[in-house]
T-cell receptor
Protein backbone atom coordinates (compact mmCIF):
# COMPACT_ATOMS: atom_id res chain seq x y z
CA UNK A 1 0.00 0.00 0.00
CA UNK A 2 0.88 3.65 -0.16
CA UNK A 3 3.55 4.86 2.25
CA UNK A 4 3.65 8.29 3.89
CA UNK A 5 6.77 9.69 5.48
CA UNK A 6 6.94 12.91 7.45
CA UNK A 7 9.97 14.90 8.46
CA UNK A 8 11.29 16.05 10.80
CA UNK A 9 9.78 13.77 13.47
CA UNK A 10 10.14 16.41 16.17
CA UNK A 11 10.77 20.13 16.20
CA UNK A 12 11.27 22.65 18.98
CA UNK A 13 10.94 26.34 18.18
CA UNK A 14 10.94 29.64 19.93
CA UNK A 15 7.83 31.71 19.52
CA UNK A 16 8.02 33.81 16.38
CA UNK A 17 10.16 31.37 14.40
CA UNK A 18 9.17 29.85 11.05
CA UNK A 19 9.13 26.17 10.17
CA UNK A 20 8.61 23.82 7.24
CA UNK A 21 7.18 20.34 7.55
CA UNK A 22 7.59 17.84 4.76
CA UNK A 23 5.41 14.91 3.67
CA UNK A 24 6.60 12.38 1.07
CA UNK A 25 4.30 9.75 -0.37
CA UNK A 26 5.09 6.68 -2.41
CA UNK A 27 2.40 6.73 -5.09
CA UNK A 28 -0.01 9.04 -6.88
CA UNK A 29 -2.81 10.34 -4.67
CA UNK A 30 -6.33 11.67 -5.12
CA UNK A 31 -6.41 13.58 -1.87
CA UNK A 32 -3.94 14.97 0.63
CA UNK A 33 -4.88 16.50 3.96
CA UNK A 34 -2.89 18.18 6.72
CA UNK A 35 -4.17 17.94 10.28
CA UNK A 36 -3.14 19.43 13.59
CA UNK A 37 -3.73 17.27 16.64
CA UNK A 38 -3.90 19.64 19.59
CA UNK A 39 -2.84 18.74 23.13
CA UNK A 40 -6.43 17.65 23.87
CA UNK A 41 -6.25 15.06 21.10
CA UNK A 42 -8.59 16.75 18.65
CA UNK A 43 -7.75 16.38 14.94
CA UNK A 44 -8.23 19.72 13.26
CA UNK A 45 -8.35 20.08 9.49
CA UNK A 46 -5.71 22.49 8.23
CA UNK A 47 -5.68 21.93 4.48
CA UNK A 48 -7.22 19.76 1.81
CA UNK A 49 -4.55 20.06 -0.88
CA UNK A 50 -4.13 17.31 -3.49
CA UNK A 51 -2.14 19.78 -5.59
CA UNK A 52 -1.15 23.43 -5.72
CA UNK A 53 -0.75 25.99 -2.96
CA UNK A 54 -3.14 27.28 -0.32
CA UNK A 55 -2.79 29.79 2.46
CA UNK A 56 -4.74 30.30 5.66
CA UNK A 57 -3.39 33.04 7.89
CA UNK A 58 0.07 32.13 9.14
CA UNK A 59 -0.14 28.68 7.60
CA UNK A 60 0.33 27.70 4.00
CA UNK A 61 0.75 24.42 2.16
CA UNK A 62 2.08 23.31 -1.20
CA UNK A 63 1.65 19.92 -2.83
CA UNK A 64 3.69 18.90 -5.86
CA UNK A 65 1.81 15.80 -6.89
CA UNK A 66 4.18 14.90 -9.73
CA UNK A 67 7.10 14.90 -7.27
CA UNK A 68 5.05 13.13 -4.57
CA UNK A 69 5.56 15.55 -1.73
CA UNK A 70 3.78 18.25 0.22
CA UNK A 71 5.08 21.03 2.45
CA UNK A 72 3.38 22.78 5.35
CA UNK A 73 4.75 26.19 6.30
CA UNK A 74 4.15 27.76 9.68
CA UNK A 75 5.22 31.38 9.99
CA UNK A 76 5.58 33.44 13.17
CA UNK A 77 4.85 30.39 15.29
CA UNK A 78 2.82 30.74 18.49
CA UNK A 79 2.61 28.51 21.55
CA UNK A 80 -0.87 27.48 20.41
CA UNK A 81 0.71 25.89 17.32
CA UNK A 82 2.18 23.17 19.55
CA UNK A 83 0.92 19.67 18.96
CA UNK A 84 1.32 16.96 16.36
CA UNK A 85 0.96 17.60 12.66
CA UNK A 86 -0.20 14.79 10.42
CA UNK A 87 -0.14 14.40 6.69
CA UNK A 88 -2.65 11.90 5.27
CA UNK A 89 -3.28 10.76 1.71
CA UNK A 90 -5.86 8.86 -0.28
CA UNK A 91 -4.73 6.60 -3.09
CA UNK A 92 -7.22 4.52 -5.03
CA UNK A 93 -9.88 4.36 -2.31
CA UNK A 94 -11.48 6.70 0.21
CA UNK A 95 -9.20 5.37 2.95
CA UNK A 96 -6.82 7.94 4.44
CA UNK A 97 -3.27 6.68 5.09
CA UNK A 98 -1.54 8.73 7.77
CA UNK A 99 2.09 9.53 8.32
CA UNK A 100 3.56 9.07 11.79
CA UNK A 101 3.22 12.75 12.55
CA UNK A 102 5.58 15.55 13.53
CA UNK A 103 5.56 16.78 17.11
CA UNK A 104 5.98 20.56 17.29
CA UNK A 105 6.78 22.35 20.52
CA UNK A 106 6.73 26.15 20.50
CA UNK A 107 8.29 27.70 23.56
CA UNK A 108 7.39 31.21 24.76
CA UNK B 1 -23.44 23.18 11.72
CA UNK B 2 -22.51 20.43 14.16
CA UNK B 3 -19.39 18.42 13.42
CA UNK B 4 -18.97 14.68 13.83
CA UNK B 5 -20.33 13.63 17.20
CA UNK B 6 -18.93 10.70 19.16
CA UNK B 7 -19.97 9.15 22.44
CA UNK B 8 -18.83 8.40 24.98
CA UNK B 9 -15.76 10.62 25.12
CA UNK B 10 -14.10 8.36 27.66
CA UNK B 11 -14.76 4.72 28.48
CA UNK B 12 -13.09 2.62 31.12
CA UNK B 13 -14.04 -1.03 31.24
CA UNK B 14 -12.78 -4.35 32.47
CA UNK B 15 -11.37 -7.03 30.26
CA UNK B 16 -14.09 -9.27 28.86
CA UNK B 17 -16.80 -6.62 28.86
CA UNK B 18 -18.64 -5.45 25.76
CA UNK B 19 -17.91 -1.92 24.59
CA UNK B 20 -20.02 0.09 22.16
CA UNK B 21 -18.79 3.31 20.61
CA UNK B 22 -21.18 5.60 18.79
CA UNK B 23 -20.87 8.11 15.99
CA UNK B 24 -23.12 10.62 14.28
CA UNK B 25 -21.63 11.92 11.01
CA UNK B 26 -22.01 15.41 9.61
CA UNK B 27 -25.44 15.82 8.06
CA UNK B 28 -25.31 15.26 4.31
CA UNK B 29 -22.11 13.23 4.38
CA UNK B 30 -22.38 9.78 2.85
CA UNK B 31 -19.08 8.19 3.86
CA UNK B 32 -18.19 7.26 7.42
CA UNK B 33 -14.86 6.02 8.72
CA UNK B 34 -13.65 4.45 11.97
CA UNK B 35 -9.96 4.97 12.82
CA UNK B 36 -7.92 3.88 15.81
CA UNK B 37 -4.91 5.72 17.23
CA UNK B 38 -2.26 4.01 19.34
CA UNK B 39 1.31 4.91 20.20
CA UNK B 40 2.62 1.78 18.50
CA UNK B 41 0.63 1.88 15.25
CA UNK B 42 -0.36 5.52 14.90
CA UNK B 43 -3.64 6.32 13.13
CA UNK B 44 -5.07 3.46 11.14
CA UNK B 45 -8.37 2.83 9.39
CA UNK B 46 -10.53 0.07 10.81
CA UNK B 47 -13.54 0.19 8.49
CA UNK B 48 -15.44 2.58 6.29
CA UNK B 49 -18.97 2.80 4.94
CA UNK B 50 -20.37 4.45 1.86
CA UNK B 51 -24.13 5.07 1.77
CA UNK B 52 -24.42 2.86 4.89
CA UNK B 53 -22.72 -0.10 3.20
CA UNK B 54 -19.39 -1.40 4.53
CA UNK B 55 -16.79 -0.98 1.78
CA UNK B 56 -13.47 -1.90 3.37
CA UNK B 57 -13.18 -3.69 6.71
CA UNK B 58 -9.66 -5.00 6.15
CA UNK B 59 -8.40 -2.97 9.09
CA UNK B 60 -10.71 -4.58 11.63
CA UNK B 61 -8.30 -6.44 13.92
CA UNK B 62 -10.29 -9.59 14.55
CA UNK B 63 -13.73 -11.03 15.02
CA UNK B 64 -14.11 -9.32 18.37
CA UNK B 65 -14.65 -6.07 16.46
CA UNK B 66 -17.83 -5.31 14.55
CA UNK B 67 -19.31 -2.14 13.07
CA UNK B 68 -22.75 -1.25 11.84
CA UNK B 69 -24.38 1.68 10.13
CA UNK B 70 -28.16 1.19 10.33
CA UNK B 71 -28.90 4.61 8.81
CA UNK B 72 -27.19 7.67 7.38
CA UNK B 73 -26.93 9.42 10.73
CA UNK B 74 -25.64 6.73 13.07
CA UNK B 75 -22.89 4.14 13.34
CA UNK B 76 -21.57 1.90 16.09
CA UNK B 77 -18.29 0.13 16.68
CA UNK B 78 -18.56 -2.77 19.08
CA UNK B 79 -15.82 -4.74 20.80
CA UNK B 80 -16.87 -8.00 22.43
CA UNK B 81 -15.07 -9.20 24.49
CA UNK B 82 -12.70 -6.32 25.12
CA UNK B 83 -9.01 -6.86 25.91
CA UNK B 84 -6.35 -4.53 27.38
CA UNK B 85 -4.64 -4.27 23.95
CA UNK B 86 -7.80 -2.61 22.62
CA UNK B 87 -7.00 0.46 24.72
CA UNK B 88 -6.69 3.35 22.25
CA UNK B 89 -8.42 6.45 20.98
CA UNK B 90 -11.12 5.63 18.45
CA UNK B 91 -12.00 8.31 15.94
CA UNK B 92 -14.98 8.54 13.67
CA UNK B 93 -14.77 10.68 10.52
CA UNK B 94 -17.15 11.54 7.72
CA UNK B 95 -16.99 12.96 4.22
CA UNK B 96 -19.12 13.60 1.16
CA UNK B 97 -17.89 11.08 -1.39
CA UNK B 98 -19.38 13.00 -4.32
CA UNK B 99 -17.42 16.12 -3.46
CA UNK B 100 -13.80 16.67 -2.54
CA UNK B 101 -13.73 13.70 -0.18
CA UNK B 102 -12.23 15.82 2.59
CA UNK B 103 -12.65 13.96 5.87
CA UNK B 104 -13.70 15.59 9.11
CA UNK B 105 -12.98 13.94 12.43
CA UNK B 106 -14.93 13.68 15.63
CA UNK B 107 -13.36 14.33 19.04
CA UNK B 108 -12.60 10.64 19.58
CA UNK B 109 -13.41 8.13 22.31
CA UNK B 110 -10.57 7.28 24.66
CA UNK B 111 -11.01 3.61 25.60
CA UNK B 112 -9.17 2.05 28.51
CA UNK B 113 -9.55 -1.68 29.12
CA UNK B 114 -8.18 -2.87 32.46
Amino acid sequence: GIQVEQSPPDLILQEGANSTLRCNFSDSVNNLQWFHQNPWGQLINLFYIPSGTKQNGRLSATTVATERYSLLYISSSQTTDSGVYFCAVQGGSEKLVFGKGMKLTVNP
Amino acid sequence: DAGVIQSPRHEVTEMGQEVTLRCKPISGHNSLFWYRQTMMRGLELLIYFNNNVPIDDSGMPEDRFSAKMPNASFSTLKIQPSEPRDSAVYFCASSFAGGSGEQYFGPGTRLTVT
